[in-house]
């Protein structure tokens, strides 16, 4: 397939330029390997525009797919489709004016977002945060991962053809945001976490809900389980199939459940723990095949091990603040707002100006995401504002292994691995 | 100022200043982080070394500054990870803002592609031998570099091309 007979048959009326880039760069890729082109007889070849607007994208991504029957010889992955520039918002932003930004970003799991930009904040501008706030955040950022795995559970098993399993996990989801409503006030976009603490307590009704959830929901992990470890259906469609190997897992980049999937224990909560994840046990879980059934049962692992995580959480919740008390680093509290002057004076001082880190210091901090490394660089410049901030998404990394994953799969595999991979484009596209 | 390193990265900045003595410019802490600023054109030697002899295998990110001075305006900073011994190390280059020019990584860690596409689409800085450099966000046919600090927040009005919003009555 020449670009030329691309180019005729397309006649793109929108970003020319781009189309014809992207083209070129799908007819480029591999080009040492083959190029024994004797034309195509059988027109068995084709170029297949997989997106933006596919359902079984998960959002915005763009795939071009060049097909020689129904084997993919090659991909190419065009993203940019949400790119909202989120980076630049926050250089003209305070940090906690920018906080809900952070929600729209990876949306199946906001409070692992805020968490992450909050630690970032506290680390380069020096700031206590009280023990029960972080055992909140960490109560908060693993249902998250709860939640943001059963999505990519409903999703990967509809996309392998189950409709009724989207619906079972949802039902299990609407419990997180049950609780997220009781926690934060919101379902969705929560924005809880608070730099310097979050933003308000767990309430009673809320640990209710979240003890309640944490009874019931292994039980709900093994009719999971029951229904899918012995499918026949579901493993043919999964086993061997997206297989990133071992060896080539760390030069592609992979992180998170994808790269845990091919054997390395590279998770961020113990290689450098933040919050009080020293403190609790639990095991990351690996598997050696790296295809999409390695990838299920290590996220499956993962919410077995979050539930275990919350339970620790509850019994070592200590009593105390919720946020430092501290009127140049967080907010006051609301009851000092309302009832002194000092109170409503900081709180003006913080909305207007902000937390100001120290001139030029700089300063990375990475959480273990559901999908993979977080990590939000930041450069102060003194002000209330971040020189640079920069976000390391985990769905960014992994879309640039699934384009090399595809090659030599089966089209209508591409949905399963694309569901297998779990990408966010709202958190890859910034 | 005294650095609190830990046993690797005090052996990393050894080997570093051994092995390219005239080539390391810096070496700092901020908020627990390290930073190694070193020069342009050795970069890919440097990073080479770092993954062969020091075990930093894998690429984490790769992200440019913009450091709006007059000399040596953009910084880029390579993330890295030793997963031997559970080290984060920051790697910086600096370059000119006239024609900014580095030389690509990819042949060192071949995740390095779309980071320096990124690093590319939004400061416009080249890399050289890079095997596929486009923009990654933007479109082709944008011409500017919207995190440069010079770029409005609201953007250039008809900078990039907008569907027609009546597509019917065309």
Known sequence: ?430 | MSLELSEHLQNTVESLTETFSDKVLNVYQSSGDTFVLVDADSVVDICKHLKKELHYVYLSDIFAIDRYTSEERFEVVYNLLSLKNPTRLFLKVRCEEESPELDSVTGVWPSASWNEREVFDMFGIHFRNHPDLRRIYMPEDFQYYPLRKEFPLLGIPGSIELPSSTPDTE
């Open chain 1, 1 to 430: 397939m020449k670009l030329t007979d691309i180019q005729d048959k397309v006649q793109s009326s929108f970003f020319k330029e781009h189309q014809k880039k992207l083209y070129q760069s799908l007819e480029d890729k591999h080009t040492t390997v083959e190029e024994l082109d004797d034309g195509d007889p059988l027109t068995t070849k084709m170029v297949l525009n997989m997106g933006p607007q596919h359902p079984a994208t998960h959002g915005v991504l763009r795939l071009v797919l060049q097909l020689d029957g129904e084997t993919i010889e090659k991909c190419k992955v065009d993203i940019g489709y949400l790119h909202r520039g989120v980076e630049k918002i926050a250089e003209n932003k305070t940090y906690q004016e920018f906080m809900p930004y952070t929600d729209r970003m990876d949306y199946l799991s906001p409070y692992s977002n805020n968490v992450a930009l909050c630690t970032a904040v506290e680390k380069i501008a020096n700031v206590e945060v009280p023990e029960r706030a972080h055992y909140i955040r960490m109560i908060g950022c693993e249902l998250a991962r709860i939640s943001s795995h059963l999505l990519w559970l409903g999703t990967m098993v509809m996309d392998a053809g189950a409709v009724s399993f989207f619906i079972w996990t949802f039902k299990e989801r609407e419990k997180i945001y049950d609780i997220m409503d009781r926690i934060a006030g919101h379902r969705f976009t929560v924005s809880h976490a608070r730099v310097g603490g979050v933003a308000n307590d767990i309430t009673d009704e809320a640990m209710a809900s979240i003890k309640e959830f944490v009874e019931t929901f292994p039980n709900e992990i093994r009719d999971y389980h029951k229904l899918l470890d012995r499918n026949r259906i579901f493993f043919d469609r999964n086993e061997a199939v997206g297989v990133l190997k071992t060896e080539d897992a760390l030069n592609s980049g992979a992180t998170g459940p994808v790269l845990r999937a091919t054997g390395y224990p590279l998770d961020i909560r113990k290689f450098s723990p933040y919050l009080r994840y020293n403190d609790v046990e639990f095991k990351v879980p690996t598997r050696l095949e790296g295809d999409n059934l390695a990838r299920y049962y290590v996220r499956m692992e993962e919410m077995s091990e979050s539930i275990r995580i919350i339970r620790q959480c509850i019994d070592k919740l200590p009593t105390g603040p919720i946020r430092t008390d501290n009127a140049k680093q967080a907010y006051p509290s609301k009851d000092e707002v309302y009832y002194s002057m000092e109170g409503m004076i900081h709180d003006f001082m913080m909305t207007d100006t902000g937390i100001c880190p120290p001139d030029g210091a700089e300063a990375y901090h990475a959480v273990e995401s559901p999908k993979g490394e977080l990590g939000y660089y930041i450069q102060s410049d003194g002000t209330g504002h971040p020189w640079r901030l920069k976000i390391n998404a985990p769905s960014f990394t992994n879309l640039q292994v699934l384009e090399n994953m595809l090659d030599g799969e089966m089209v209508a595999d591409t949905v399963v691995i694309i569901g297998g991979v779990d990408p966010v484009l709202g958190e890859a596209d910034k």
